[in-house]
T-cell receptor, first 113, second 116 residues
């Protein structure tokens, strides 16, 4: 059971380049999420999708766009990467409703030079 | 406890001892809480959860205690093993926003080091 799969695992970009991070889940979950994790900051929500066809901003959406391609896949796009976007990005998914834990992928480590 | 700076608080325990990791949550209306374990280079892994109508919940070698009066959550790990070495953080489920998903707020974590 793969759970949540993220690609790529590592990426180095130059400032101004664009990049799409991919995420897929095989748990038939309705909700999917993108977070970034920085030292001392904890996990911060970038965007989420409560169901196929819907997306909403989280705490730190500036500089990012998302696409909920279908129920399984939720991608995160950086249109013009900036050094401040150097981080570890995690995708998660959960069933809808109260008391449903989020399940995470192993992350994409992104460096912007 | 949870970190407020760049450096995570660290808890060092001897193998075989019990570990207690603490978390102070922020919102008195939060109704669901989760503990996650994160190993180096990996994503957060679900350990155990608890609803606000409970004070205690037990899993395999782990127990979560919830004190709503002081907004405090703790994770107890029995007979700590080297494989338990990781960063542990709590998450609280904010009250439903009406947007279709229940959003979590995460603590910054505590690093557990197990001494063989």
């Amino acid at each position: 059971n793969a759970g949540v799969t993220q690609t790529p695992k590592f990426q180095v970009l130059k400032t101004g380049q664009s990049m799409t991070l991919q995420c897929a889940q095989d748990m038939n979950h309705n909700s999917m999420y993108w977070y970034r994790q920085d030292p001392g900051m904890g996990l911060r929500l970038i965007y989420y999708s409560a169901s196929e066809g819907t997306t909403d901003k989280g705490e730190v959406p500036n500089g990012y766009n998302v696409s909920r391609l279908n129920k399984r896949e939720f991608s995160l796009r950086l249109e013009s990467a900036a050094p401040s976007q150097t981080s570890v990005y995690f995708c998660a998914s959960s069933d809808n409703g109260w008391n449903q834990p989020q399940h995470f992928g192993d992350g994409t480590r992104l460096s912007i030079l | 406890g949870e970190s407020v700076g760049l450096h995570l608080p660290t808890l060092s325990v001897q193998e075989g001892d019990n570990s207690i990791i603490n978390c102070a949550y922020s919102n008195s209306a939060s109704d669901y809480f989760i503990w996650y374990k994160q190993e180096s280079g990996k994503g957060p892994q679900f350990i155990i959860d608890i609803r606000s109508n409970m004070d205690k919940r037990q899993g395999q070698r782990v127990t979560v205690l919830l004190n709503k009066t002081v907004k405090h959550l703790s994770l107890q790990i029995a007979a700590t093993q080297p494989g338990d070495s990781a960063v542990y953080f709590c998450a609280e489920n904010l009250p439903y926003s009406g947007a279709g998903s229940y959003q979590l707020t995460f603590g910054k974590g505590t690093k557990l080091s197990v001494i063989p």
